[in-house]
């Protein structure tokens, strides 16, 4: 199994180590100095998104900063799912905000830049966005480019073909 687990186990798999991942997409919005930080989620969590939130509320509860619910919000991991999430984020008042998203997926990325662009925001200088995955042809693409979470998609084709083949 690749990027998933079995239900009943007894089989091989390989999962990427999310709940770091979430850790290190938080950190870096840490460092930049935010202190709102949203965790922009999927609607139809796998496993993964239980661990990615998990390695961001360690994060912010290591730095002292209070979990706000309001800021755990969840859409299609879609561009237009990653908008419409982003949307309800952006629409809080000023002082319940956030100034960094941490988004599921980089698709969603794409929606949270543009619903800041339809705002008259600037990223990064009024808001960051970590995004995760490193899709190709999407994070590169973002002006400004997006922050992302590299998974290693080929270590783990490769662990899998070498099972199989095994």
Not at 29 to 54: N, Q
Not at 78 to 89: H, I, K, N, P, V
Not at 123 to 149: F, H, K, M, N, R
Request: hydrophobic residues 40%.
């Amino acid at each position: 199994f690749l990027d998933c687990r079995p239900v009943h186990g007894g089989f091989p798999s390989v999962v990427p180590a999310d709940r770091e991942g979430g850790y290190a997409a938080a950190r870096v919005l840490i460092e930049a100095g935010h202190r709102r930080i949203a965790y922009l989620d999927t609607v139809d969590p796998p496993i993964a998104s239980g661990l990615r939130e998990e390695g961001y509320v360690q994060a912010l509860t290591e730095a002292g900063i209070a979990i706000d619910p309001a800021l755990h919000v969840r859409g299609e991991t879609t561009a237009f799912g990653g908008r419409e999430a982003a949307d309800r984020l952006l629409d809080l008042p000023d002082d319940q905000r956030p100034t960094g998203i941490f988004c599921f997926n980089d698709r969603m990325a794409v929606g949270v830049y543009l619903a800041a662009h339809a705002r008259g925001l600037r990223i990064p200088d009024d808001l960051s966005v970590v995004g995760y995955d490193d899709q190709l042809l999407v994070a590169a693409e973002q002006d400004p480019p997006l922050t992302t979470v590299a998974l290693p998609h080929y270590e783990m084709g490769r662990w899998a073909m070498e099972v199989a083949l095994g």
